[in-house]
């Protein structure tokens, strides 16, 4: 019997090791890192280590809807966090870059949950910046203990959480100061012969490590640049769009990933630890910043800031990266090798920047700078699998029959329910996210529809539209947008209606839109949902669903049913109710159901048992939506 136990042991742990390599590797990356630092990292202290892996986890959150990923980022984070904001082991009069970055987390966590705590200690690290040493050109010191001296580094630690910090708060003013901080070290640091950046630039030309007359270190090392890289994009992240210095920052992007390019090793698609000198004795290709290098290529492509030709830039070095720095171990873990562990210039024992330098640092395996930036790029490259399907297409959210407003802590009156933006239960923010995986732009449309706004969209979306208790001024359906919405549907357009129950949903003005379609939103409520029993809002999905082929079982509660005529058919019937419906109208497609269902209390992951497929079914939503519109042709 013990021997059977055993073997039964065996096989489950080989089939478990299995099924987990057929994961994807970032998830694969993500649970080493889990599993290797379950509460913080080995050192203990508040570092910028943890917050690269976390916000590769945080991708990884947003690519499967699995809310595991986002406990484990709380978790991390409520090791240092005190109730009242403080944050452990953290010292403001240290000056130190390396300690904003795990900022990002606090913002994440505090947009996601409210939690003022996580508002209190970000604004902590935003105080810091507000008094940060700098040189006399406006750049902040790396740390107080670096007088004078601006590192490729602190871009990466500062900029990123500055930028969210200002566009979540309202601090227009800081854009000018975080532009100046990457034009001003691009202008010091950049080498016009190869374009790369030098590690750092001395003001003073003081340290032993800067040259006379440029104060720059002397050396290109990998990292760095790597750091500055991944900067830039994720600024752009929260850059106004039409700030002046926007550009800037693409061209400076641009020109980056353009010298890159000229020193990817040909053969490996990887790039060395001295990036200049790739054949010189005892150079090596590094993990850490081929990662970094294909996460900012990757993204700054999908987004459009660098030209489409570096996906294929980043996919060739990530393949290298796999191949070279990528094992299973015997226990089924996934780790990365060929990590630096550490780069600096300065201190105690002096570090003087020299080639020799930087290759007398140890070589690891699964140091976290290198386990998050692979994550990082992991998650990148595995956004793109599909990123040509809907490319050109447009979903538009209305944001005028759903208006509702709130004051943030600010003060300041925000949009909210059902946005694109908005990381909360009420908010769509996952949906965007699967539709950015297929190339589908995502916009919204703060005036009523008409003939001439709706020619950019291939989809259209009306989510629960106001009632007079939840928007005093709250807009209603009338003729005239009936006939631009609808003679937009017959045209080719797809419109999606997700509307609520009685009581919180508007069902006159929107079922004369629906009468157009054959379809019609009974008044009543069913699925009514007591706490935790999540049964009560079950529904299974039959096997051939044309929309939901790879979704069984879902959550949808307290929703309206459908009346049906023709055009509409029923797309899922529950005891006798109509769930969800379609109708072709002319050239175009509607579809209904009576929830907003797609928003992110169902889709995330936090909230419901694991066997519920809400974000299964959203993907599989998002792929029907592009099907109706065959075509990147607008209407």
């Known amino acids: 019997?013990?021997?059977?136990?055993?073997?039964?042991?065996?096989?489950?742990?080989?089939?478990?090791?299995?099924?987990?390599?057929?994961?994807?590797?970032?998830?694969?990356?993500?649970?080493?890192?889990?599993?290797?630092?379950?509460?913080?990292?080995?050192?203990?202290?508040?570092?910028?280590?943890?917050?690269?892996?976390?916000?590769?986890?945080?991708?990884?959150?947003?690519?499967?809807?699995?809310?595991?990923?986002?406990?484990?980022?709380?978790?991390?984070?409520?090791?240092?966090?005190?109730?009242?904001?403080?944050?452990?082991?953290?010292?403001a009069e240290?000056?130190?870059?390396?300690?904003?970055?795990?900022?990002?987390?606090?913002?994440?966590?505090?947009?996601?949950?409210?939690?003022?705590?996580?508002?209190?200690?970000?604004?902590?690290?935003?105080?810091?910046?507000?008094?940060?040493?700098?040189?006399?050109?406006?750049?902040?010191?790396?740390?107080?203990?670096?007088?004078?001296?601006?590192?490729?580094?602190?871009?990466?630690?500062?900029?990123?959480?500055?930028?969210?910090?200002?566009?979540?708060?309202?601090?227009?003013?800081?854009?000018?100061?975080?532009?100046?901080?990457?034009?001003?070290?691009?202008?010091?640091?950049?080498?016009?012969?190869?374009?790369?950046?030098?590690?750092?630039?001395?003001?003073?030309?003081?340290?032993?490590?800067?040259?006379?007359?440029?104060?720059?270190?002397?050396?290109?090392?990998?990292?760095?640049?790597?750091?500055?890289?991944?900067?830039?994009?994720?600024?752009?992240?929260?850059?106004?769009?039409?700030?002046?210095?926007?550009?800037?920052?693409?061209?400076?992007?641009?020109?980056?990933?353009?010298a890159l390019k000229n020193y990817q090793d040909p053969k490996s698609g990887l790039w060395y630890q001295i990036l200049d000198k790739a054949s010189a004795k005892g150079n090596y290709p590094e993990a850490s910043a081929s990662s970094m290098f294909v996460y900012a290529m990757a993204k700054g492509a999908r987004k459009g800031y660098l030209p489409v030709s570096y996906l294929s830039v980043a996919q060739k070095g990530y393949k290298g990266i796999v191949s070279k720095f990528i094992e299973t171990d015997a226990t089924g873990q996934t780790n990365l090798n060929g990590t630096v562990s550490v780069g600096g210039l300065g201190g105690k024992p002096y570090r003087d920047g020299s080639y020799e330098y930087y290759l007398s640092e140890k070589v690891v395996t699964n140091d976290p700078k290198g386990v998050g930036a692979f994550i990082?790029?992991?998650?990148?490259?595995?956004?793109?699998?599909?990123?040509?399907?809907?490319?050109?297409?447009?979903?538009?959210?209305?944001?005028?029959?759903?208006?509702?407003?709130?004051?943030d802590i600010t003060g300041t009156a925000m949009p909210f329910h059902y946005k694109w933006d908005e990381l909360p239960n009420s908010g769509f923010?996952?949906?965007?996210?699967?539709?950015?995986?297929?190339?589908?732009?995502?916009?919204?449309?703060?005036?009523?529809?008409?003939?001439?706004?709706?020619?950019?969209?291939?989809?259209?979306?009306?989510?629960?539209?106001?009632?007079?208790?939840e928007n005093p001024d709250a807009k209603f359906i009338e003729a005239p947008h009936i006939k631009a919405i609808s003679d937009w549907v017959k045209a080719g357009g797809t419109l999606v209606v997700l509307n609520n129950d009685t009581g919180n949903a508007e069902f006159k003005h929107l079922n004369m839109l629906m009468a157009k379609f054959g379809m019609q939103f009974n008044e009543g409520s069913r699925n009514h949902v007591t706490g935790t029993q999540f049964e009560q809002g079950a529904?299974?999905?039959?096997?051939?669903?044309?929309?939901?082929?790879?979704?069984?079982?879902?959550?949808?509660?307290?929703?309206s049913t459908l009346k049906l005529t023709s055009p509409a058919k029923s797309i899922l019937t529950d005891k006798g109710d109509v769930i969800i419906a379609t109708a072709k109208y002319d050239k175009g497609t509607v579809f209904a159901v009576g929830d907003p269902w797609f928003y992110n209390e169902y889709v995330d992951g936090r909230k419901l048992p694991a066997d519920y497929q809400n974000y299964q079914a959203a993907d599989d939503f998002v792929k029907w939506l592009i099907s109706t519109t065959p075509t990147a042709k607008k209407h």
């Not at 039964?8 to 970032?26: D, H």
């Not at 004078?148 to 930028?163: R, S």
């Not at 040509?388 to 004051?407: I, P, Q, R, V």
């Not at 979704?551 to 949808?556: L, N, R, S």
């Open 429 to 469: 923010s996952f949906m965007a996210h699967l539709f950015h995986n297929y190339g589908v732009s995502t916009q919204t449309l703060n005036d009523a529809p008409t003939s001439a706004n709706l020619k950019k969209a291939n989809i259209y979306i009306i989510v629960d539209p106001d009632i007079p208790k």
């Open 94 to 258: 240290d000056y130190n870059l390396d300690n904003i970055l795990c900022g990002r987390n606090l913002l994440t966590l505090y947009k996601v949950l409210g939690t003022e705590k996580y508002y209190k200690a970000a604004t902590l690290l935003r105080q810091q910046l507000k008094n940060q040493p700098r040189v006399t050109e406006g750049g902040f010191w790396h740390k107080k203990r670096y007088p004078d001296q601006m590192w490729l580094d602190g871009l990466y630690m500062a900029e990123p959480f500055y930028a969210e910090y200002a566009a979540t708060f309202h601090d227009d003013a800081a854009f000018d100061d975080i532009a100046n901080q990457f034009i001003l070290l691009e202008q010091h640091a950049r080498d016009p012969k190869t374009g790369l950046l030098y590690h750092a630039w001395d003001q003073s030309h003081k340290e032993q490590w800067a040259a006379p007359k440029t104060g720059l270190s002397k050396n290109f090392w990998g990292r760095a640049d790597g750091w500055y890289a991944m900067a830039l994009v994720d600024v752009l992240d929260y850059f106004p769009e039409q700030h002046p210095k926007r550009a800037e920052l693409i061209a400076i992007l641009n020109r980056l990933a353009l």
């Open 539 to 559: 529904l299974s999905i039959p096997a051939g669903n044309p929309i939901f082929k790879n979704t069984q079982k879902v959550y949808i509660k307290e929703l």
């Open 376 to 407: 990082l790029a992991s998650v990148e490259i595995e956004r793109l699998a599909h990123i040509n399907e809907g490319k050109g297409k447009t979903a538009l959210l209305d944001s005028y029959f759903n208006n509702e407003h709130k004051k």
């Open 1 to 91: 019997m013990r021997k059977l136990r055993c073997i039964l042991l065996l096989l489950s742990i080989w089939a478990n090791s299995s099924w987990a390599q057929n994961k994807p590797l970032s998830q694969r990356m993500a649970a080493t890192a889990m599993t290797l630092w379950k509460d913080t990292l080995p050192s203990g202290k508040w570092t910028y280590d943890h917050g690269v892996v976390l916000k590769g986890i945080e991708g990884v959150w947003m690519q499967t809807g699995d809310g595991s990923y986002f406990k484990y980022i709380q978790h991390c984070m409520d090791e240092f966090v005190t109730a009242d904001g403080g944050i452990k082991t953290y010292k």
